[in-house]
């Protein structure tokens, strides 16, 4: 007969030391969950993927390309279509190459060729970068979320995301592996679980992290839809205010995508209404450059959203382990960090290769997963804490309200001290590329 604790995973959260998920509680009962005790309503899966995300399908797929199959577990009825945009550097498109999507995506998105930056009073240039010329080899596109998301799913096989399958409970771990029980009552018994369940993770809870720390800004942003073609130049353009930022790039020939970034003690209630949100960021930019509001007028009301900014400083010692058993975290459910440096898909696709780089050999041989596991950490902790970190302290910077200090930016710091090589040093960063495997069937 299985025996297990079976809670819901908001009740793993307060104390996960007295929890009956506790590693004591393994050590006591370390033959809890096994599969010979398991009823035969319990599913049993090498290794199961929670979230079909950014992190989730790359995982997926670099597990894949080394010869591991993975079921993915989507709480959601199909791919999640709404998000906006995101900016991938040349770190991002490494993997996308290594995992096989780049050059379909390349094909649907402008590359970006440089970076202009002015100040939101009378719009006054404050600085102008080309990528060749300061980044020399820097490649830098946004990409739709959605077709991010898309692309990578259609190179898994049929079957291989299971949707509307909602984690209800992390129900044991044994030497078999951890048991899941989902929503709708079935149950899994996988010797990996991966969490790519993102910023707020159940998993990462369940695991003794603290919840992300908001950090005092909120952002707006949109994906504005010009049928008969956009006009602009294919450039980053960023707008600095006092406790305001905003900026716009070209997606593709008729999307743009925009952010406006603002300062709040409070996240405040939740908001959804696209045209209320609409009018709400244009109120923040009254009298701002008019490409940046016209921008934002061609935006559809329903493709704009209003987040909070959050991070989680991976602290030394103080910061739990990134995995419990054969639970691992990856991307966002492990290290949120704030948009200031483009990093946070980026890292996640980082995660993807590192972690099945390290974890298919372990897979395939059928050993232990537990080093493997613990060497992705060790290899990924060094990377995402100071990005993290830096992101943070580059937001708390550019986000100053004091007049003194906005005047100092403006005519000292952009026009003569900003070098956009070093700034952009962390994407040369080199995750390894995978060796290729026929793909599991």
Known sequence: MLVVAMAPLSTFVSSPARHPCSDSYHRRRRGAVSASSSSSSTKAEEVVIVGAGIAGLATALSLRRLGVSATVLEQGPSLRAGGTSLTLFKNGWRVLDSIGVADEL?????RVQGMRMRSSAGGRDLREFSFEEEAPGQEVRAVERGALLATMASKLP????????????????????????????RRLLSKVVLGCDGVNSPIARWMGFSEPRYVGHMAFRGLADYAGGQPFESKVNYIYGRGVRAGFVPVSPTKVYWFICFNSATPG??????????????????GWPEDLVAVMRSTPDDAVVKTPLVDRWLWPGLAPPASRGGVVLVGDAWHPMTPNLGQGACCALEDAVVLARHLAPAVLAGSDVGEALRGYESERWGRVFPLTA???LVGALVQWGNPVVCAARDGVVIPRLVRLGPFLEHTNFECGLLDPAAPST
Do not use: H, M, N
């Open 106 to 110: 390349r094909a649907k998105y402008l």
């Open 158 to 185: 049929p079957g291989a995301i299971s949707f509307s399958s909602r984690l209800k409970s992390i129900a044991g771990q044994g030497p078999d592996g951890t048991l899941l029980e989902l929503q709708d009552g």
């Open 269 to 286: 209630p939740k908001a959804t209404d696209g045209a209320a949100l609409k009018r709400e960021a244009l109120g923040l930019v009254r």
């Open 390 to 392: 830096r992101a943070g």
